[in-house]
């Protein structure tokens, strides 16, 4: 999942970056308006975090801007100002929800789920493809009950092919959703990355469940593919 976190105080949005990046989110920071609507025009975000007093144009600027180009991105608005007429202007400018500071990091993240329930995509609180299984909420990740110990962006990886099993998964579609803007597109790291994985599951499994298809991508598949939503 990639998130635009847009904060111009650099200590909030460290703490906020840092929590999101360790339950693996891809993050692209913006720390100002006029940055957020370029990244938001050039990338395709699973969610926006969007602070109300940032430098011109404001936060609800960048909403009523978003929503004027008819995008449908969840935004989720932080502010210091916890008045019901704050809220009300922010909810009409087009956000999603709004989260008062100071806040504790696991509403934003219990928010942020929430948010990307609503706005369709498949949030799962357990993926099941064949005897792969994957725990959303502990990053757990086991074949057939073996489990597999993987880096942050290693689970990343087969968590959106595991969301997208059965279908071919582009390199630009995994480059979207699993890296921020700073990733190279010319580099091979999907390749390896997923290679990677391949390895992570034969130490455990005889079971060749990433396919990669020739000229459009991978696949995840097996014979059986579940999710249970939260």
């Not at 579609?173 to 034969?202: C, G, K, M």
């Amino acid at each position: 999942m990639r998130v635009l976190l847009v904060e111009d105080d650099a200590d909030v949005a460290r703490f906020i970056r840092k929590g999101l990046i360790e339950q693996a989110y891809a993050i692209d920071l913006a720390a100002d308006g006029a940055t957020a609507l370029y990244l938001a025009s050039i990338n395709t975000y699973d969610a926006i975090i969007l602070d109300l007093l940032i430098p011109a144009p404001d936060g609800l600027e960048v909403c009523r801007s978003l929503r004027a180009s008819r995008s449908t991105v969840p935004i989720l608005m932080l502010t210091a100002r916890d008045s019901v007429e704050e809220k009300i202007a922010g909810l009409d400018a087009g956000a999603d929800d709004y989260l008062a500071k100071p806040f504790e990091f696991g509403e934003l993240l219990a928010r942020l789920r929430a948010l990307l329930r609503r706005g369709g995509a498949t949030i799962s609180t357990l993926l099941e493809v064949g005897e792969l299984q994957i725990e959303t909420r502990s990053h757990r990740v086991t074949i057939g009950g073996r489990p597999l110990t993987l880096t942050t962006k290693e689970y990343s990886v087969l968590e959106h092919l595991a969301r997208n099993a059965g279908r071919i998964v582009t390199r630009e579609d995994i480059a979207e959703h699993v890296w921020n803007q700073e990733f190279d597109p010319f580099t091979n790291l999907i390749e390896v990355y997923v290679n990677r994985l391949r390895r992570h599951i034969e130490k455990v499994s005889d079971k060749k469940l990433i396919q990669t298809i020739r000229g459009a991508g991978y696949m995840l598949e097996a014979e059986t593919v579940t999710a249970t939503e939260s």
